[in-house]
């Protein structure tokens, strides 16, 4: 029977990154997939690194995934070298636009206690908001520009991290699944699956919006958001940075492809995408940036982000049950957080530590 140092169950960006770390420091890993590495969440994410554009107020979440961002850039480079993908990191800011005199003063407030942790960010009138970019209505009531922010390909950042790790020597088992976790007097021993069963002293649960094995070995729950996006084309250059506002953003990616998301529907596990939802955030995309109107209708998609009944990602070993780990609720800023997870994980399970401090 094969054995590992760690079995990670899930292969999304925070299964594949913590592999990733872990494979780094010459651990014996596998991933173990249902599907497709990245068929979760993380194939869905527009990929924003938005440290600024997502947090309205501090907390220990905000420092942490500062952190994450600062990796990104060496992250680039090591994933090039090792697996030749390309995660399309762009770090060229992200503009936070208000629709109204007072989204302006709260995004204001917003940038002041930012500033103060040492984020550079930049209050904007709508005139200098269109000299960086043009096609943004004259409408709107100015912004803040988040310098420090970026986004990456999200998909190609999660298959980025997989494909590092298994040039490092990770196994990849994809299109099966872990039915059990299999434990011995207080300690896991190997997990069951659809093809059989692997050893190994510890696992992690990396799971995204899935309930099981979750909810059997921890007390929490998964709590999937789904959100919906749409993707337009354009030849013609649109826009340069993301813009975002309250929740809502549309990011320019490579090739003219313009992301456009996402609605926020608690608990609903579906994945088709409906009409009003397109309609919904074409008209906010459009009262944005008119000029989208003439871009082509290329597709639309859905995720199911992983929020989790705590309100904040679990990132610890088990209380009772040794060798058993979970990392989820990543839930809105997965992609963003998953660097520092994969370090942050692989140091604890080094330590071999009791706790989810990651202050
Ligand atoms: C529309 C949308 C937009 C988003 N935009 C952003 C963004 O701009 N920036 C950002 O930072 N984040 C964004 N997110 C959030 C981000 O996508 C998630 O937080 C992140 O992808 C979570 O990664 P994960 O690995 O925890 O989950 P997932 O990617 O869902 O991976 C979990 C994996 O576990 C597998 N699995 C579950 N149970 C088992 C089992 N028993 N056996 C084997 N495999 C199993 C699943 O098949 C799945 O592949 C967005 C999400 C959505 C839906």
Sequence with gaps: MKNYDVIIIGGGAIGSSIAYSLSKRKKRVAIIEKQMIGSGASSAAAGLLGVQAEWDAEDPLFHL???????????????RTLSGIDIGYEQKGILRIAHTEQELARIHDIMNWQSACGE????????????????????????????????????????????????????IYEHTEVTQIIERQGEVCG????AGMLETKQIILATGASNQPLQQHFEIEAIPVKGEVVCLHSYEPILQVPLFRERFYIAPKRGGHYVIGATMKRGDVTKHVEAASVQHLLNQAFELVPALQQATFKTSWAGLRPDCSLERPLMAQHATTKGLWCAVGHYRNGILLSAITGEYMANQLEEVTNTCNYV
């Design 65 to 79: 995934a500062q952190q994450s961002r600062r990796l990104f850039p060496k992250l680039q480079e090591e994933i």
């Design 120 to 171: 550079v960010c930049e209050a904007m009138t709508m005139a200098q908001v269109q000299q960086i970019e043009p096609a943004v209505s004259s409408k709107l009531y100015g912004g803040v520009f988040c310098r420090d922010d970026g986004h990456v390909l999200a998909k190609d950042l999660t298959k980025g991290y997989a494909a590092s790790a298994a040039a490092l020597g990770c196994d």
């Design 191 to 194: 997990v069951q699956t659809t």
